[in-house]
């Protein structure tokens, strides 16, 4: 093992509670509780604790591997992080990390972006690292399908932002061309019977 990096042994685990419901933490090397993880989780709904248990293991492992802790970390940290999953970012993130695991879809990077803002924001509110927890505090002008869903949707101001998340992807109409399209080639109508037709 000389020369070789090893990662503590966070993992997740299940706990079936009394009610019958099974709830999800995140315990340490010696089999301690990680007590703001496990306060956040707690706070989460049931399944998603689930979900959040895993993205926030993963999290925290990479902040052991990049020397950090909770109460250091700056939104940078956070989008070097991101990147690491497989987000989008415009400059060199670090060493990496989750070698050999493929990257995020887009589904998935949103998910941990939610996670690792309601994470930052709890810990926010206990004192823990406000200064992120105010950058993680923006907002973003409504949309008309965020009106449509708000009740009052009409005196709607703005919406909470989540910088981490990635950018939403633009659906193209399916009869609209790509884009560039144009600009290569001339589209030429087509004549009956399915054949391009010269005049």
């Avoid at 950058?135 to 703005?158: E, F, I, Y």
């Amino acid at each position: 093992m000389d020369g070789q990096l090893v990662v503590g042994d966070l993992r997740v685990q299940e706990i079936a509670r009394g009610n019958g419901r099974v709830s999800y933490t995140i315990v340490d090397t010696d089999c301690t509780l990680v007590a703001e993880a496990d306060g956040f989780l707690r706070s989460c709904r049931a399944g998603t604790d689930r979900t959040y248990a895993y993205v926030l293991v993963d999290h925290l492992r990479w902040l052991r591997f990049a020397g950090l802790d909770t109460a250091e970390v700056s939104l940078e940290d956070l989008r070097h992080h991101m990147a690491a999953l497989g987000a989008d970012y415009p400059g060199p993130f670090g060493l990496p990390w989750r070698e050999g695991k493929r990257p995020y879809g887009h589904s998935a990077l949103k998910t941990a972006a939610a996670c690792l803002k309601g994470f930052y924001l709890r810990l926010g509110t206990h004192g823990v690292n406000p200064v992120l927890a105010e950058a993680l505090r923006v907002t973003r002008l409504p949309t008309r399908a965020d009106r449509r869903r708000a009740m009052l949707g009409h005196v709607l101001h703005s919406m909470p932002a989540n910088p981490l998340a990635p950018a939403d992807r633009i659906r193209r109409h399916p009869k609209m061309l790509p884009e560039g399209a144009r600009d290569g080639r001339v589209l030429l109508p087509r004549a009956r019977g399915g054949r391009q037709g010269h005049r």
